[in-house]
């Protein structure tokens, strides 16, 4: 079985930082490009940011500048690091990895439970 463990949400007023960490675990071979999206109330989910195994990096238009993501391949983790922090930023942030288990015979999209980001003053 697989898991991926969120943490770092919480409320930050408007123009703060915070930094996102998901942790995967389990049955794993490897895991592939790994995902931040998220969903506002009365929204539907969208892509925050991507960053492949390689590294190469996508963002949405609306966070680009302000959001950064990483991760460390040896430890299954994936980091979002958000600053100057907007209102509309407001919402459930879910991590998602496109993983490999059983010797790379299976794959599949897995998400984690989500953590709530509020930026409000």
């Known amino acids: 079985q697989v898991q991926l463990v969120e943490s770092g949400g919480g409320l930050v007023q408007p123009g703060g930082s915070l930094r996102l960490s998901c942790s995967a675990s389990g049955t794993i071979f490897s895991i592939n490009a790994m995902s931040w999206y998220r969903q506002a109330p009365g929204k539907q989910r969208e892509l925050v940011a991507r960053?492949?195994?390689?590294?190469?990096?996508t963002y949405a238009d609306s966070v680009k500048g302000r959001f950064t993501i990483s991760r460390a391949n040896a430890e299954n983790t994936v980091f979002l690091q958000m600053n100057s922090l907007k209102p509309e930023d407001t919402a459930v942030y879910y991590c998602?990895?496109?993983?490999?288990?059983?010797?790379?015979?299976?794959?599949?999209?897995?998400w984690g439970q989500g953590t709530q980001v509020t930026a409000s003053s």
């Open positions: 960053i492949s195994r390689s590294g190469t990096t």
């Open positions: 998602n990895a496109d993983i490999l288990t059983r010797w790379g015979l299976s794959r599949a999209d897995y």
